[in-house]
């Protein structure tokens, strides 16, 4: 099978088992600059050392983070091809990632928070950042969050996170204020949570962290701030606040505890109180 054609069939396999569209893009990234290195050469062609090279090369130019997620979807790509019979030997079943560097999110603090939602001056405006902070949701969540998925009664939310996994996640007083209001003014039939300041649909992850970046911009607080910042913030305030890292891990939807254990690591009031 030659390499384009194995993606193809690749990708198609994936979108059935729910990948996401965020996902499948990203590999779909991936899998021109394979194709543009190996040209569209048989799969039992391509031998582990050409893989290491064409990593070698990657190297050079990308953070450990990014050259992880290329070995990733090589080796995912490289192994699916092996299971289904493709190939007869997978090249890059002895690849290793490179060892990650430990980074501490980069996260707000809560005058930096005060900040931004003063700079929120509509109440769509508003209604998302409270939205963003309160549930610590991802960007990808929120979009394709419906009006349907609210529960008023005790304030939350069902959102269907990665692996299309659904999950329950709760928002603050003053974020049920602003989003009622804001969707009580709205005079579309979007079924959408969120939609368009022009002729209204619903919003996309671009048009989202547009609206994020004008609020930022307004705040002058000296920091470029991006919606994957409040949902770091959103961890490390209930850390502060004595949240167990357990309960973290569930109300973020991580599977893996490794993920947000990295949150313990921050230096917040909470370390220095027990200290």
Request: glycine fraction near 4%.
């Given at each position: 099978m030659l390499l384009a054609?194995?993606?193809?069939?690749?990708?198609?396999?994936?979108?059935?088992?729910?990948?996401s569209p965020q996902t499948l893009k990203a590999y779909q990234v991936q899998s021109a600059?394979?194709?543009?290195?190996?040209?569209?050469?048989?799969?039992?062609d391509i031998t582990t050392s050409q893989?290491?090279?064409y990593l070698a090369k990657s190297s050079e130019s990308l953070k450990p983070s990014s050259l992880a997620h290329r070995i990733r979807f090589m080796k995912s790509l490289l192994r699916w091809s092996h299971e289904e019979g493709h190939i007869t030997k997978n090249p890059a079943?002895?690849?290793?990632?490179?060892?990650?560097?430990?980074?501490?999110?980069?996260?707000l603090t809560e005058t930096e928070i005060e900040h931004l939602r003063?700079?929120?001056?509509?109440?769509?405006e508003k209604a998302l950042f409270e939205f963003m902070f309160s549930t610590g949701c991802r960007i990808g969540e929120i979009v394709s969050l419906e009006k349907s998925r609210i529960n008023w009664q005790n304030r939350s939310?069902?959102?269907?996170?990665?692996?299309?996994?659904?999950?329950?996640?709760?928002?603050?007083?003053?974020?049920g204020i602003w989003l009622k209001r804001y969707l009580e003014e709205r005079r579309d039939g979007d079924p959408a949570i969120f939609v368009t300041e022009r002729d209204p649909?619903?919003?996309?992850?671009?048009?989202?962290?547009?609206?994020?970046?004008?609020?930022s911009d307004r705040a002058m607080i000296n920091k470029a701030i991006h919606p994957h910042q409040l949902r770091h913030s959103y961890a490390t305030h209930l850390l502060n606040n004595g949240a167990p890292l357990e309960v973290i891990q569930?109300?973020?939807g991580h599977e893996k505890s490794e993920t947000t254990r990295i949150y313990a690591q921050l230096s917040g009031s909470l370390r220095q109180e027990l200290y």
């Open positions: 054609k194995a993606w193809e069939t690749y990708e198609s396999d994936k979108r059935i088992q729910g990948f600059l394979l194709i543009r290195y190996f040209k569209n050469i048989p799969l039992d893989l290491k090279e079943a002895k690849i290793k990632e490179p060892r990650p560097g430990k980074r501490i999110p980069k996260f003063e700079a929120c001056f509509t109440p769509m939310a069902v959102v269907r996170g990665k692996g299309d996994k659904e999950r329950e996640v709760y928002f603050s007083t003053r974020c649909h619903r919003m996309s992850i671009a048009q989202m962290r547009y609206i994020i970046r004008r609020i569930s109300l973020l």
